[in-house]
Every structure is written in C-alpha cells, then in structure tokens.
Nanobody, 122 residues
Framework: EVQIVESGGGSVQVGGSLTLSCTTSGFVFEDADMKWYRQADGTECELVAKFEDDGSTFYSDFVKGRFSLSRDSAKKAVYLQMNSLRPVDTAVYHC????????????????WGQGPQVTVSS
C-alpha cells in the first residue's frame, strides 16, 4: 500500500518559516518524481517545486528564492523549507509522487498526499 504522509503545516505570521515533511512508503522512491503542489481556496492547483530528472530542483517563480526542496532517500522523504512566507502562500500543500510501485510494474502510478494547511497572516 502506498502511503504519502505530510506534516509541518500550521499558522505563521508574515515573514515566518515552516518546513513541510513528506514521508513515503510503498513505491520505488529512488527514481520517483516528487513534487509539491498547492491549492488556495477558490484557485487552481499550482506546482510549487519539483525535482528534475537530473536531481536538480525547479521552483515556480512565486516561491523562487524563498522555498527550498530537499530529499532524504534513506528516509524516503522530501522536505519543503518555506521562508519569508506571505499571505498569498496560504494554501493546502500536497506532496505528490509519480513512481513505480514496489512490484516495478508499468505503468507508473501517481499518488497525492492529503496535504497540510499553511496559513500566513499579516
């Protein structure tokens, strides 16, 4: 069974920081495409950050320079460090994975975590 469990959400003041954690199991983490998305009330879901195929990181313009993505293969976890938070960052943040399940069978599956709420107040 695939599990994606996020933690670390909460409420902060403008300029504050939070670190979201995403721990996983049930799929081949080593070559999984891991991404963070977010969705604010009444808006479309948007990509926040992801790992590229070469292991580098991509950030959407609205978080570039403020957010940092990392992963720990030993723990099968990814992290999103969020600094200099703004009210517009208020959203539910989802950790997602596109990966082979533990059997390695095609096609790759896609899984989403339920997402912690992040609220930034002024």
């Amino acid at each position: 069974e695939v599990q994606i469990v996020e933690s670390g959400g909460g409420s902060v003041q403008v300029g504050g920081s939070l670190t979201l954690s995403c721990t996983t199991s049930g799929f081949v983490f080593e070559d999984a495409d891991m991404k963070w998305y977010r969705q604010a009330d009444g808006t479309e879901c948007e990509l926040v950050a992801k790992f590229e195929d070469d292991g580098s990181t991509f950030y959407s313009d609205f978080v570039k320079g403020r957010f940092s993505l990392s992963r720990d293969s030993a723990k099968k976890a990814v992290y999103l460090q969020m600094n200099s938070l703004r009210p517009v960052d208020t959203a539910v943040y989802h950790c997602t994975a596109v990966a082979y399940d533990v059997t390695g069978a095609c096609p790759r599956g896609e899984w989403w975590g339920q997402g912690p709420q992040v609220t930034v107040s002024s």
